[in-house]
């Protein structure tokens, strides 16, 4: 099932680490505008999959377009230039202690300007920087937080902060890689919403892996489920044989999912 106008397209993609195939021949693409949430079972490959797709696990062979444009085998400019049009937001939301809310979302365009980190001190950074930040803020309802560093913000306020940042870089593309797992139900459900709620008002693309079953008919236009490191459901969320989804959860623990866990925290 390939979209007609294809904002992320995979083709074939594997990714092995020495003899341990993580990823054999997985293809799909995310359309324009287009939800997509990325299902399977620790160790299905989900996590290497976000992170090849992004340039931050080497693919063995295969191909990963960004609007076009080649990631896997890109020079470090390409390469940069791609990441920019992505927005990542993290499972253990990846904020600077030591900067404020305010800082960590000017963090969102770090790469985009010639004094790089610096860019994160209100003194230095551009006065439009400064008010598209304020305005990022204000978005996930944390403009009263600005102040504050992520140790005095809870968990969920913390990942709306994440969400922020990636409003910052402007993409055309979010890859949220389990982003409400290391939230209680009742702040991943209210981050889950802010989050699609933001995509869909943005117009934006997404790449969402996710656990909960009930989630993914819930907010996915479109279901992806990995399986052993091979796409075994692909297709409209209203369209999906609950059978097909119960599968990707069946049968025993591959010998490769404790490895998979580790390369993925590295």
């Not at 949430?37 to 340039?55: E, F, Y």
């Not at 085998?73 to 390409?78: F, M, T």
């Not at 992505?86 to 499972?91: A, S």
């Not at 981050?191 to 790449?207: A, F, Q």
Request: include cysteine.
């Amino acid at each position: 099932m390939t979209p007609p106008d294809p904002v992320l397209d995979v083709r074939d993609l594997h990714v092995s680490y020495g003899d341990l195939r993580i990823l054999r021949g997985v293809t799909f693409a995310v359309g324009r505008g287009e939800g997509v949430v990325l299902l399977g079972a620790n160790g299905s490959g989900k996590s290497t999959l976000m992170r090849a797709i992004n340039g931050l696990a080497p693919a063995s062979s295969g191909r990963v377009a960004l609007d076009g444009a080649q990631i896997i085998g890109a020079r470090r400019p390409a390469l940069r230039m791609a990441r920019r049009r992505m927005g990542y937001v993290f499972q253990q939301f990846n904020l600077v202690p030591q900067l404020s809310a305010f800082q960590n979302v000017l963090f969102g365009v770090m790469g985009q300007r010639p004094l790089g980190i610096l860019n994160c001190l209100n003194a230095v950074a551009r006065a439009e920087d400064r008010e598209h930040a304020l305005s990022c803020l204000e978005r996930v309802g944390l403009a009263d937080r600005a102040g504050h560093r992520p140790t005095e913000l809870s968990g969920g306020q913390q990942q709306r902060v994440a969400i922020a940042r990636m409003l910052m870089q402007r993409p055309s593309m979010v890859v949220a890689d389990e982003p409400i797992a290391s939230l209680d139900p009742k702040a991943g459900r209210e981050v889950l919403d802010l989050l699609w709620r933001i995509v869909d008002d943005e117009g934006l693309s997404m790449l969402c892996s996710l656990h909960q079953l009930d989630l993914a008919r819930e907010y996915a236009d479109r279901v992806i489920g990995l399986k052993a490191g091979k796409v075994q459901v692909n297709a409209a969320t209203g369209s999906i044989d609950p059978a097909g989804l119960d599968g990707l959860y069946d049968g025993a623990t591959r010998p490769e999912d404790a490895t998979e866990t580790k390369i993925a925290a590295v």
